[in-house]
């Protein structure tokens, strides 16, 4: 004989409400559960229930620890029996008291043993028990935590929300109750507030209605325990390499993993291209799985294309990453010569027309004809294409699912003549025959067509002549040196682009050449002028230079020579050269003249009282230790005397020194005494 107690929390809670509510005890609870034998083990007293206030069915619900296989259960209500080989049974209400309290409890039957339930006592039709919420999403809106399950009615109903952190087994629950608000797609969602959201969570949910649903609620059983992964916050970081190959390109893009906490449920990537999305795929683009690897290989055609990637997990998707990979260079396109506008194309063909503004072609506007589009469709996008408007023409196909460009240039449907004239037209620096012209580009969207080249005409103002003279210029330029003009003339000259359709606006300027004359005379005047300066400089000039090649030949001059002094002779004779010195032999009557001569230095001696003696001696000394030729073995006086001989001598003749043979120096005694 044993007691069995199973008084279950969740029940106490939803009794104490209610009866706090309504004021009156609903269930009675038996305290008496009987056991009659050891092998069983009493089952937990049974809930009777119905899913929802709608619902006509019923279910009694209860539990037991089963050892044997073959268990009979008698389900009691007051005294009307069932008899069930199940846990649970479904009750039609026909067979039921709704209204009115009923005792409910359940025996079971082991072998020849029975043991019995405690009792409840309900009033089946106030009591409701949801199913526990199944296939749960989640989903981070910051740092709330949104929860979204299927609701078992149509009404708001309370919800009990129990989370803890991932993998913190050791955490307690914590505990949040709030009422679930209903969508119009009959989900229910709960808001758990100020979560982490880099973090992964556990969360479990239960739900009851609401009193204004059923008097008597019941919890619902625990939804199953949910991870929670943390939010991708942010987009994932790719790197792109892009090789080019046969007319396609290879475009492999790589990227991190998304962080621990956002992977625990797992990650997946989502690619897409924007040469699928219009409307030229070489795979049906439902082909394009979700990936969980970190890099992806896929081919382009030529044309811009932007890939993007997305990392999503179960609580939601990271932005995306897009990578844009612009057009292959277009730099030298050419004109179209033929295009598959109006042909029939295949399901493998693709075109693309990208519309050109300002210059480039935009992406914005692309019309791109798929041979995989239906033929109403082909026909619309046919008739999109406008006149006058240029176009980067593509022609992609699909070689063995791989996008290949084939062709590429620049298109008009219909060209027109330029709707502008070129911009900007002036003209500058105009001589006598000459002016320069500048212009600016006319802007593509007014070219209407493809510039051939520019039209460049003059024509003279006010003359007889209007014959025009026109130039073929390239549509490259944007300036122009006009030629070949009559000088002081007025000129109207205009420019017009031209494309195949015709000549289009013309930008006008007028110029005026400057007059020939007055310039004329006034160089001329000048030349004359640097002619007159030139001849008077090389004159001067050549006469310099002639002194420097012929020196003029010396004529010898006979100088002044009183007031020589010695010392002024001693330096000189240090200073200078002497490149030739003459003496002249004296005769054998050379006596007389010596005398002769000495007679006249006595003269000359008298005469010249002024001289400073000393000087004189010095003179002679030094001449006495110079003079080799005037040493001879007699008195000093001899010596003496035959140096001042031999001296004087050479004062009274006069003697011509050469100095590089341009400048003489003569040394005289003075010029009464001289040989003159
Ligand atoms: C079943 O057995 C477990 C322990 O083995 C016990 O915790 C539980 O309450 C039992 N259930 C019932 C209904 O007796
Ligand atoms: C159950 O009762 C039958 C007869 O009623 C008896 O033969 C059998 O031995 C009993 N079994 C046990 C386990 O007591
Ligand atoms: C949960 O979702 C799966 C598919 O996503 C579906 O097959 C299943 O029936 C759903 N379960 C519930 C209880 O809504
Ligand atoms: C998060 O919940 C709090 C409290 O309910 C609310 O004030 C806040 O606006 C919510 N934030 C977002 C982003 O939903
Ligand atoms: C690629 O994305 C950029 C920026 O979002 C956009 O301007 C461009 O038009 C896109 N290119 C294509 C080919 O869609
Ligand atoms: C200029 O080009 C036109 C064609 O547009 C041609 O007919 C004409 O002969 C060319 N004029 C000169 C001077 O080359």
Redesign the pocket.
Known sequence: MMFCLDFPLYLMESLKRWSSIYGYVAVFMFLTTVSKGSTCEAPSSPQCFRRNADESVYMCEWSMNMTESDVTFDLYFNETKFNIKKTWHEIPEEQLIKHRLVHIRVEAHVGNSSCRSLKTSVKLVDTVKYEAPGNISVSWLKNNLSLVWRAAEKYPALAEVWFRRDKHPIESWEKREMTTTISQTSMCQVIVANLLNHKAYQVQIRHQPTLARALNPLWSDWSQVVIVPGELEHKPEVTMTKTLVNNGRRVTLTWKPVQHAAAVRGVTYSLNDTQSSHGCPCRPVKNRDPISTTSYTTYVSYSAVNISVIARNAAGSSPPAIIQVPAESAADLKTCDETLLNVKINKTTCLEWYEFQDGDPRPENILTLSGRKKKKEKMQIRKNIKDYVRYLYFEHRCIRGKPRTVKMCLFYQKEGVPRREPQDFTAFSETHSSANLLWKAIPFVDQQGFL??Y?LCSVKIGSQDKQKE???ISASLTKYCLENLTPGTRYDVTLAG?TRAGEGLQANVTIKTLPEKPLNVWLSLGLLFVFFLMSIMFTFILKRIKNLMFPPVPTPVILDFTNHQPQNQETMEKEEKVHELTLHQLPPEHKTLLEDLEESTVQERDDSTDEDPENERGDSQMSEGTSDECLSPGSTEQVLRCSREDIEQMDELTMLIYRKGLVFDVKTDSPENGLN
């Open positions: 051939t080249h039209k026109c130039h073929n031209v």
